[in-house]
């Protein structure tokens, strides 16, 4: 699954959350940032750990699923 290349979840990572792969940022963070008005700039500063592509992955990842047919 194309998720897989963006996300992990390991039970030793933050207890299972759903994060950046590679890192310890949750997915979620990216989330929150963009609903609370940041720039998707301010959140790679904010997180040198986690690159553009794999923001930009996991907003379209989110955008995909939001977008499936019923």
Not at 8 to 33: C, H, K, M, W
């Amino acid at each position: 699954m194309i998720a897989q290349k963006w996300i992990e979840r390991n039970s030793d990572i933050l207890g299972g959350t759903p994060v950046f792969r590679g890192t310890r940022v949750p997915a979620q963070t990216l989330i929150d940032y963009l609903e609370g008005g940041h720039s998707l700039e301010e959140f790679l500063d904010d997180f040198p750990t986690v690159d553009r592509e794999q923001a930009i992955g996991v907003l379209e990842l989110t955008k995909q699923i939001l977008l499936e047919p019923a």
